[in-house]
């Protein structure tokens, strides 16, 4: 829905609205997606295996919202733009678009990274979400240029984005440039009603840390470190998702937001037993 129906419906309801979200079918990317179909809002969900996107799709209908799973690598660029365009015509529309799929490899130092393991994870994580957000801008361009303003853009990066990681410079880069991208659009496609921010999430419950537990040394770290001494859960996403997507954002562009639990609020602050006591 366009901006001028702003002050016609609650501004959290997101009914009569559709999101492509990328890797929508499992980890952050259905939380985002279970977040959205609670407010009403419809879905397209794509990933690269279509059972798993079905099974989400399956899940995310007992909402009673209209979801469409489609089979997408978001490093294919064609595929990317033919099936944005079977969305539109399925659904009749984009309101926005997450760009969630990614990949995390962990090449163990910098000097072991080769050519093929950096473009292979750059043709995802940063090049897929460049296809994503572009094939949404230009359909939220046409409708804003027909009388109807208005759309979100939405990157999933990392902490990644704005620290360092041993072994995963193509992952801080990949993340990095998703936050410059999205102020980029946001400069670019504001004058159109035209949204675009960045979520970096902390260390999550998903298939890329599913080896971390609870009583793994990363487990103990989080503990330790985080304020709120926990893994994050796709379902911590549900919220800021909503929002994003939602009126309630509607002068909100250009941003990073971390969803860390505090990870960063607290990363200069050594929790020494000697500190904890004092």
Same mark, same amino acid.
């Given at each position: ?20 979200? +990328? ?18 809002? /419809? ?32 490093? /294919? ?17 984009? /309101?926005? @678009?997450?760009? #969630? ?21 750059? +043709?995802? #994580? ?10 949404? @801008? ?19 990066? =990392? ?5 360092? =990681? ?5 992952? #801080? @880069? ?5 936050? +410059?991208?999205?102020?980029?659009? @946001? ?9 675009? #921010? ?50 309630? +954002? ?29």
């Amino acid at each position: 829905m366009g901006e001028s129906s702003v002050m016609a419906r609650h501004p959290w309801d997101l009914a009569g609205r559709v999101v492509v979200i +990328s890797g929508g079918n499992a980890g952050i990317g259905l939380g985002f997606a279970r977040g959205i179909a609670k407010a009403g809002g /419809d879905l397209v969900i794509w990933g690269r295996r279509q059972d798993r996107n079905e099974a989400a799709a399956e899940e995310l209908r007992k909402f009673g919202v209209r979801v469409l799973a489609q089979e997408v690598d978001v490093s /294919d660029e064609a595929k990317v733009i033919k099936s944005f365009a079977a969305a539109v015509e399925a659904m009749g529309r984009v /309101d926005g @678009a997450i760009a #969630n799929a990614g990949l995390m490899m962990n090449q163990g130092c910098f000097t072991n990274m080769t050519g093929e393991a950096w473009h292979s994870l750059l +043709s995802v #994580n940063q090049h897929g979400a460049f296809y994503l957000a572009r094939e949404a @801008a230009r359909h939220m361009r046409a409708r804003a240029e027909a009388g109807d303003p208005g759309g979100s853009i939405l990157f999933c990066a =990392s902490l990644s984005a704005v620290t360092g =990681s041993i072994g995963m410079q193509h992952y #801080n @880069a990949s993340k990095g440039a998703m936050a +410059s991208l999205a102020r980029g659009i @946001a400069v670019d496609m504001g004058k159109f009603g035209i949204r675009a #921010n960045t979520v970096c999430p902390g260390y999550t419950e998903s298939e890329t840390v599913k080896d971390q537990g609870a009583d793994s040394p990363l487990g103990a770290q989080v503990r330790e470190r985080c304020p709120i001494p926990r893994f994050g859960t796709p379902e911590d996403f549900e919220g800021i998702g909503v929002y994003f997507m939602s009126d309630v +954002s509607r002068y909100h562009t250009g941003d990073l937001v971390k969803v860390d639990g505090g990870w960063m609020a607290n990363a200069g602050k050594l929790n020494t037993s000697a500190e904890r006591r004092a």
